[in-house]
């Protein structure tokens, strides 16, 4: 079945760690989208890719980096988590201007 | 600059109470007009995509609809599962290889019992 995944679903770790967050999707999108979302906030773009070995910042500025060496998996990594990096990380993609299809989330807590 | 406006903010019904959630948008040009559903800690889930003014789609209880200003999500009957934040999004129109969404704030759907 088409989707797309994220790991982990839920993540505590102590400042100055790092981290990668997951995502795959089985879709051949070749768009995928990573989003920060605060509870009961708006979705902000932080990072996305319109192909392999393409990707740019988004509107929200975040310390975080990402890579897309595959068409299906675009993780996203930062170096050294602090607890201002608390939130939840969305993952999407996109087939074109079609409607991004987005995973369950990481829930990342920095202590 | 595409920008995207939902009301209410906050809507409660009472279960099987009727109503209607608005999205206004405001466009160089509609490449379409999605409506997700999302759930408390998790990721958006997609209803429907709507392309042009007049169109209609329909899922259970939920019926999208189009016109050129704004879209319309009706709720018929609601049950308390239909509780969430309902979000609406526009694609850019003039790409130059753009394809970021224009989201609205969402609207906080509660069906009380």
């Known amino acids: 079945e088409a989707d797309i995944y994220q790991t982990p679903r839920y993540l505590v770790i102590g400042t100055g760690k790092k981290i990668t967050l997951e995502c795959s999707q089985t879709?051949?999108?070749?768009?995928m989208y990573w989003y920060q979302q605060d509870p009961g906030m708006e979705l902000h773009l932080i990072h996305y890719?319109?192909?392999?070995?393409?990707?740019e910042k988004g509107d929200l500025s975040s310390e975080s980096t990402v890579s897309r060496i595959r068409t299906e998996h675009f993780p996203l990594t930062l170096e050294s988590a602090r607890p201002s990096h608390t939130s939840q990380y969305l993952c999407?993609?996109?087939?074109?201007?079609?409607?991004?299809?987005f995973g369950p989330g990481t829930r990342l807590t920095v202590l | 600059e595409d920008q995207v406006t939902q009301s209410p903010e906050a809507l409660r019904l009472q279960e099987g109470e009727s109503s209607s959630l608005n999205c206004s948008y405001t466009v160089s040009g509609l490449r379409g007009l999605f409506w997700y559903r999302q759930d408390p800690g998790k990721g958006p889930e997609f209803l429907f995509t709507?392309?042009?003014a007049g169109e209609e789609k329909e899922k259970e209880r939920l019926k999208a609809t189009l016109t050129k200003k704004e879209s319309f999500l009706h709720i018929t009957a609601p049950k308390p599962e239909d509780s969430a934040t309902y979000l609406c999004?526009?694609?850019?129109?003039?790409?130059?290889?753009?394809?970021?969404?224009?989201f609205g704030k969402g609207t906080k759907l509660s069906v009380i019992p």
């Open positions: 890719s319109y192909g392999v070995n393409s990707t």
């Open positions: 999407a993609s996109s087939e074109s201007y079609n409607e991004q299809f």
């Open positions: 879709m051949g999108h070749d768009k």
């Open positions: 999004a526009v694609p850019p129109y003039s790409g130059a290889g753009s394809y970021q969404l224009t």
């Open positions: 709507l392309y042009s």
